[in-house]
């Protein structure tokens, strides 16, 4: 079992930055592929980054891709996601997830443990 507790969100205005961070429990971290997703009100939730279990792959969401980093340090047990150039459509609970496998994927189907989520908030 693995546990992800999710910190760093908050109120920023656009254009600003805010790194998220997910802290997981376990001795397995370093084999898990991780990603980021998040969910607005009212909509679906939708991915966002991925990461392979070396962080030596990485996948990005068009709407974030050149804004956004997702990084991972295996002797910390944690992965980032650097959000920089906010938009207020970034606005959304933003939710880290481990997946039991080296590949990353970008579907939440594919994602075995979840945090419970922080929210980001984008003002315009």
């Known amino acids: 079992q693995v546990q992800l507790v999710e910190s760093g969100g908050g109120l920023v205005q656009a254009g600003g930055s805010l790194r998220l961070s997910c802290a997981a429990s376990g001795r397995t971290f370093s084999t898990y592929a991780m990603g980021w997703f998040r969910q607005a009100p009212g909509k679906d939730r939708e991915f966002v980054a991925a990461i392979n279990y070396s962080g030596g792959s990485t996948s990005y969401a068009d709407s974030v891709k050149g804004r956004f980093t997702i990084s991972r340090d295996n002797a910390k047990n944690t992965v980032y996601l650097q959000m920089n150039s906010l938009k207020p459509e970034d606005t959304a609970v933003y939710y880290c997830?481990?997946?039991?496998?080296?590949?990353?994927?970008?579907?939440?189907?594919?994602?075995?443990?979840w945090g419970q989520g922080t929210q980001v908030t984008v003002s315009s």
């Open positions: 997830a481990a997946r039991r496998y080296r590949t990353l994927a970008e579907t939440t189907s594919l994602y075995d443990y």
